[in-house]
Protein backbone atom coordinates (compact mmCIF):
# COMPACT_ATOMS: atom_id res chain seq x y z
CA UNK A 1 0.00 0.00 0.00
CA UNK A 2 1.33 3.63 -0.81
CA UNK A 3 1.55 6.14 1.80
CA UNK A 4 -1.39 7.76 0.98
CA UNK A 5 -3.81 4.65 0.83
CA UNK A 6 -2.67 4.28 4.62
CA UNK A 7 -2.92 7.68 5.04
CA UNK A 8 -6.86 7.26 3.73
CA UNK A 9 -7.41 4.33 6.00
CA UNK A 10 -6.57 5.80 9.24
CA UNK A 11 -8.59 9.23 8.73
CA UNK A 12 -11.59 9.49 10.29
CA UNK A 13 -14.86 8.48 8.75
CA UNK A 14 -17.41 11.24 6.64
CA UNK A 15 -15.29 13.44 7.48
CA UNK A 16 -15.82 13.47 11.56
CA UNK A 17 -13.16 15.26 13.69
CA UNK A 18 -11.07 12.26 15.02
CA UNK A 19 -10.94 13.11 19.32
CA UNK A 20 -9.98 9.73 20.16
CA UNK A 21 -7.92 9.28 23.51
CA UNK A 22 -5.71 6.71 25.05
CA UNK A 23 -7.24 7.05 28.40
CA UNK A 24 -9.62 4.88 29.90
CA UNK A 25 -13.13 6.90 30.19
CA UNK A 26 -12.11 10.09 28.31
CA UNK A 27 -15.64 11.43 26.50
CA UNK A 28 -15.52 10.51 23.02
CA UNK A 29 -17.78 13.10 21.40
CA UNK A 30 -18.40 11.54 17.83
CA UNK A 31 -18.48 7.65 19.04
CA UNK A 32 -21.15 7.11 21.44
CA UNK A 33 -23.08 3.75 19.92
CA UNK A 34 -21.99 0.40 21.81
CA UNK A 35 -23.47 -1.32 18.95
CA UNK A 36 -20.71 -3.80 17.09
CA UNK A 37 -22.11 -2.67 13.84
CA UNK A 38 -20.83 0.40 14.44
CA UNK A 39 -17.57 -0.26 16.16
CA UNK A 40 -15.47 0.45 12.85
CA UNK A 41 -13.30 3.23 14.49
CA UNK A 42 -10.34 2.81 16.44
CA UNK A 43 -11.77 5.11 18.92
CA UNK A 44 -14.77 2.88 19.92
CA UNK A 45 -12.84 0.27 19.95
CA UNK A 46 -10.42 1.49 22.09
CA UNK A 47 -13.41 2.60 24.80
CA UNK A 48 -14.97 -0.82 24.96
CA UNK A 49 -11.32 -2.45 25.63
CA UNK A 50 -10.88 0.10 28.31
CA UNK A 51 -14.48 -0.86 29.70
CA UNK A 52 -13.51 -4.57 29.55
CA UNK A 53 -10.51 -4.61 31.12
CA UNK A 54 -12.11 -2.48 33.82
CA UNK A 55 -15.09 -4.79 34.47
CA UNK A 56 -12.45 -7.80 34.40
CA UNK A 57 -10.48 -6.60 36.99
CA UNK A 58 -13.42 -5.57 39.48
CA UNK A 59 -15.40 -9.16 38.84
CA UNK A 60 -11.73 -10.90 39.56
CA UNK A 61 -11.52 -8.76 42.80
CA UNK A 62 -14.54 -9.29 43.54
CA UNK A 63 -13.85 -13.04 43.29
CA UNK A 64 -10.67 -13.07 44.85
CA UNK A 65 -12.01 -11.29 48.02
CA UNK A 66 -15.57 -13.54 48.29
CA UNK A 67 -12.83 -17.04 47.77
CA UNK A 68 -10.36 -15.53 50.76
CA UNK A 69 -13.35 -14.85 52.78
CA UNK A 70 -14.98 -18.16 52.66
CA UNK A 71 -11.03 -19.42 52.85
CA UNK A 72 -11.28 -17.83 56.18
CA UNK A 73 -14.59 -19.19 57.55
CA UNK A 74 -13.65 -22.68 56.38
CA UNK A 75 -10.38 -22.51 58.59
CA UNK A 76 -11.93 -20.83 61.07
CA UNK A 77 -14.59 -23.79 61.57
CA UNK A 78 -11.75 -26.48 61.16
CA UNK A 79 -9.77 -25.16 63.82
CA UNK A 80 -12.93 -24.60 65.87
CA UNK A 81 -11.88 -25.72 69.47
CA UNK A 82 -7.91 -24.85 68.67
CA UNK A 83 -7.04 -22.34 71.25
CA UNK A 84 -5.46 -20.90 74.53
CA UNK A 85 -8.87 -20.69 75.74
CA UNK A 86 -9.81 -24.69 74.68
CA UNK A 87 -6.85 -25.70 75.79
CA UNK A 88 -5.54 -24.34 79.20
CA UNK A 89 -4.10 -26.36 82.13
CA UNK A 90 -5.17 -29.60 79.76
CA UNK A 91 -2.67 -32.26 80.58
CA UNK A 92 -0.95 -33.98 77.54
CA UNK A 93 -0.24 -37.57 78.37
CA UNK A 94 1.78 -39.08 75.70
CA UNK A 95 4.12 -36.16 75.64
CA UNK A 96 8.31 -36.85 75.27
CA UNK A 97 10.45 -36.56 78.17
CA UNK A 98 10.09 -33.13 78.91
CA UNK A 99 6.67 -33.44 79.65
CA UNK A 100 6.90 -34.29 83.17
CA UNK A 101 8.95 -32.36 85.93
CA UNK A 102 8.97 -33.46 89.25
CA UNK A 103 5.71 -34.75 89.22
CA UNK A 104 4.15 -30.81 87.95
CA UNK A 105 2.58 -30.90 84.52
CA UNK A 106 5.32 -29.10 82.10
CA UNK A 107 4.11 -29.06 78.64
CA UNK A 108 6.52 -26.08 76.95
CA UNK A 109 8.39 -28.48 74.55
CA UNK A 110 6.61 -31.61 73.52
CA UNK A 111 3.82 -33.24 73.46
CA UNK A 112 3.94 -35.77 71.31
CA UNK A 113 6.60 -38.57 72.33
CA UNK A 114 9.83 -38.55 70.86
CA UNK A 115 9.37 -42.04 68.96
CA UNK A 116 6.13 -41.92 67.17
CA UNK A 117 4.26 -43.38 64.42
CA UNK A 118 1.99 -42.43 61.29
CA UNK A 119 -0.13 -44.38 60.22
CA UNK A 120 -2.75 -44.43 56.84
CA UNK A 121 -6.58 -45.66 57.44
CA UNK A 122 -7.29 -45.09 53.82
CA UNK A 123 -8.43 -42.09 54.11
CA UNK A 124 -8.16 -38.06 54.62
CA UNK A 125 -6.56 -39.20 57.96
CA UNK A 126 -3.05 -39.98 59.25
CA UNK A 127 -3.04 -42.17 62.83
CA UNK A 128 -0.53 -40.88 65.00
CA UNK A 129 0.70 -43.81 67.30
CA UNK A 130 2.92 -44.31 70.13
CA UNK A 131 6.34 -46.18 68.69
CA UNK A 132 7.10 -49.94 70.76
CA UNK A 133 11.12 -49.11 70.31
CA UNK A 134 11.32 -53.22 71.66
CA UNK A 135 9.14 -54.60 68.32
CA UNK A 136 10.08 -51.38 66.29
CA UNK A 137 6.06 -51.54 65.65
CA UNK A 138 3.56 -48.97 66.50
CA UNK A 139 1.71 -48.96 69.29
CA UNK A 140 -1.69 -47.46 71.03
CA UNK A 141 -3.41 -44.70 68.92
CA UNK A 142 -2.80 -41.43 70.85
CA UNK A 143 -4.09 -39.43 68.06
CA UNK A 144 -5.05 -38.51 64.21
CA UNK A 145 -4.11 -35.53 61.59
CA UNK A 146 -6.97 -34.53 59.41
CA UNK A 147 -6.15 -32.29 56.20
CA UNK A 148 -9.15 -30.47 55.28
CA UNK A 149 -8.54 -29.06 51.52
CA UNK A 150 -9.21 -25.25 50.86
CA UNK A 151 -9.65 -22.07 47.80
CA UNK A 152 -6.18 -21.06 48.63
CA UNK A 153 -4.17 -23.60 51.38
CA UNK A 154 -4.89 -26.95 52.79
CA UNK A 155 -5.04 -26.53 57.21
CA UNK A 156 -4.16 -29.78 58.79
CA UNK A 157 -5.36 -30.62 62.76
CA UNK A 158 -4.32 -33.15 65.06
CA UNK A 159 -6.86 -34.37 67.49
CA UNK A 160 -5.75 -36.46 70.37
CA UNK A 161 -7.35 -39.58 71.93
CA UNK A 162 -9.41 -37.35 74.11
CA UNK A 163 -10.83 -35.65 70.63
CA UNK A 164 -8.94 -32.26 71.83
CA UNK A 165 -7.45 -30.14 68.98
CA UNK A 166 -3.87 -29.80 70.62
CA UNK A 167 -1.76 -28.86 67.41
CA UNK A 168 -2.66 -27.43 63.28
CA UNK A 169 -0.64 -26.65 60.48
CA UNK A 170 -1.60 -25.11 57.10
CA UNK A 171 0.05 -23.87 54.08
CA UNK A 172 2.04 -19.89 53.67
CA UNK A 173 1.01 -17.67 51.09
CA UNK A 174 2.98 -15.75 49.16
CA UNK A 175 5.81 -17.27 49.95
CA UNK A 176 8.52 -18.83 47.57
CA UNK A 177 7.88 -22.68 47.51
CA UNK A 178 6.20 -24.68 49.45
CA UNK A 179 6.09 -23.36 53.23
CA UNK A 180 4.00 -24.58 56.09
CA UNK A 181 3.37 -22.96 59.93
CA UNK A 182 2.77 -25.70 62.32
CA UNK A 183 1.51 -23.85 65.62
CA UNK A 184 0.24 -25.09 69.04
CA UNK A 185 -3.29 -24.38 70.32
CA UNK A 186 -2.50 -23.49 73.44
CA UNK A 187 0.03 -20.96 71.99
CA UNK A 188 2.68 -22.11 75.04
CA UNK A 189 5.26 -22.63 72.19
CA UNK A 190 6.83 -20.27 69.37
CA UNK A 191 5.45 -21.00 66.11
CA UNK A 192 7.64 -23.90 63.67
CA UNK A 193 8.06 -22.97 60.25
CA UNK A 194 9.03 -25.02 56.97
CA UNK A 195 9.97 -23.57 54.38
CA UNK A 196 11.82 -24.00 50.91
CA UNK A 197 12.30 -19.87 50.43
CA UNK A 198 15.78 -19.91 48.23
CA UNK A 199 16.43 -23.96 47.81
CA UNK A 200 12.91 -23.60 45.72
CA UNK A 201 15.21 -23.54 42.25
CA UNK A 202 17.38 -26.01 43.31
CA UNK A 203 14.67 -28.07 44.70
CA UNK A 204 13.07 -28.09 41.40
CA UNK A 205 15.98 -28.81 39.22
CA UNK A 206 16.82 -32.20 41.66
CA UNK A 207 13.43 -33.34 41.00
CA UNK A 208 13.49 -32.76 37.41
CA UNK A 209 16.90 -34.55 37.16
CA UNK A 210 15.94 -37.23 39.48
CA UNK A 211 18.46 -36.90 42.42
CA UNK A 212 17.98 -38.98 45.62
CA UNK A 213 18.04 -36.01 47.94
CA UNK A 214 15.27 -33.61 46.32
CA UNK A 215 13.81 -31.42 48.67
CA UNK A 216 15.82 -29.25 51.00
CA UNK A 217 13.34 -27.13 54.19
CA UNK A 218 14.48 -24.97 56.45
CA UNK A 219 12.98 -24.74 59.49
CA UNK A 220 12.66 -21.92 61.62
CA UNK A 221 11.56 -21.96 65.18
CA UNK A 222 10.04 -18.62 66.25
CA UNK A 223 12.73 -16.07 64.28
CA UNK A 224 15.50 -18.37 64.67
CA UNK A 225 16.55 -21.08 61.90
CA UNK A 226 17.35 -23.86 64.07
CA UNK A 227 17.92 -27.05 61.27
CA UNK A 228 17.30 -28.02 57.93
CA UNK A 229 14.93 -31.08 56.51
CA UNK A 230 16.19 -33.13 53.84
CA UNK A 231 14.01 -35.25 51.68
CA UNK A 232 15.27 -38.67 50.24
CA UNK A 233 13.30 -40.00 47.48
CA UNK A 234 10.12 -39.66 49.25
CA UNK A 235 11.04 -42.74 51.96
CA UNK A 236 13.04 -40.48 54.48
CA UNK A 237 13.47 -37.14 56.10
CA UNK A 238 16.46 -36.10 57.79
CA UNK A 239 16.65 -33.02 60.23
CA UNK A 240 19.55 -31.83 61.08
CA UNK A 241 20.68 -28.91 63.54
CA UNK A 242 21.96 -25.74 61.15
CA UNK A 243 24.42 -25.36 64.09
CA UNK A 244 25.90 -28.30 64.42
CA UNK A 245 25.03 -30.55 60.81
CA UNK A 246 24.10 -33.59 63.59
CA UNK A 247 21.05 -35.20 62.44
CA UNK A 248 18.44 -34.45 65.21
CA UNK A 249 15.61 -36.52 63.85
CA UNK A 250 14.13 -38.37 61.32
CA UNK A 251 11.37 -39.54 59.60
CA UNK A 252 11.64 -43.42 57.52
CA UNK A 253 8.86 -44.98 55.40
CA UNK A 254 8.71 -48.44 56.95
CA UNK A 255 5.75 -49.63 54.74
CA UNK A 256 3.57 -48.70 52.24
CA UNK A 257 2.14 -45.57 53.23
CA UNK A 258 3.30 -45.60 56.97
CA UNK A 259 6.22 -43.65 58.90
CA UNK A 260 8.41 -43.87 61.91
CA UNK A 261 9.52 -40.01 63.46
CA UNK A 262 12.27 -40.66 65.57
CA UNK A 263 13.39 -37.70 67.94
CA UNK A 264 16.60 -37.13 69.70
CA UNK A 265 16.60 -36.11 73.41
CA UNK A 266 17.99 -32.74 72.83
CA UNK A 267 17.05 -31.33 69.30
CA UNK A 268 16.07 -28.04 68.82
CA UNK A 269 12.91 -29.06 67.16
CA UNK A 270 9.64 -29.78 68.89
CA UNK A 271 8.74 -33.80 68.76
CA UNK A 272 4.99 -32.65 67.83
CA UNK A 273 6.38 -30.43 64.92
CA UNK A 274 8.44 -32.99 62.93
CA UNK A 275 5.27 -35.71 63.30
CA UNK A 276 3.32 -32.18 62.11
CA UNK A 277 6.10 -31.67 58.89
CA UNK A 278 5.82 -35.28 58.30
CA UNK A 279 2.12 -35.63 58.20
CA UNK A 280 2.08 -33.28 55.74
CA UNK A 281 4.30 -35.14 53.40
CA UNK A 282 2.74 -38.45 53.84
CA UNK A 283 -0.11 -37.09 52.61
CA UNK A 284 0.91 -36.02 49.65
CA UNK A 285 2.76 -38.95 48.83
CA UNK A 286 0.39 -41.59 50.28
CA UNK A 287 -0.60 -44.29 47.43
CA UNK A 288 -3.62 -44.31 49.05
CA UNK A 289 -5.00 -40.55 49.17
CA UNK A 290 -3.34 -39.66 45.45
CA UNK A 291 -6.49 -40.94 44.04
CA UNK A 292 -8.49 -38.80 46.45
CA UNK A 293 -9.62 -35.32 45.34
CA UNK A 294 -7.89 -33.86 48.80
CA UNK A 295 -4.47 -34.81 47.49
CA UNK A 296 -4.54 -32.45 44.65
CA UNK A 297 -4.14 -30.12 46.73
CA UNK A 298 -1.74 -29.64 49.13
Known amino acids: LSVTMTNDLNAPLNGEKSNCKTRCFEKVKTHKSWLWKDMTTECSKKKIGCYVTVFGAIIFSILLILGWSIQGIQTSWETLGCGPLMTRNYGYLKGGHTTWKNTTFDNKFNILPLDNGLTSPGNSKYMVDEWDTSTQQVGVVIGHWTRYSGIFWSTYVFDDENQKKTIFMRSRMLTMGSSHKIARCDREYEDVVVSEGMNYFTNFFR ?61 PIPAWATNAFTAMWAFKISKSSKSSPEAMHM
Do not use: C, P
Open 207 to 267: RAFGYVQSDTFKVWVGDKLVATAQEMNDQSIDFKSSETGLTVATARLYLKDDWHVSNHEKT
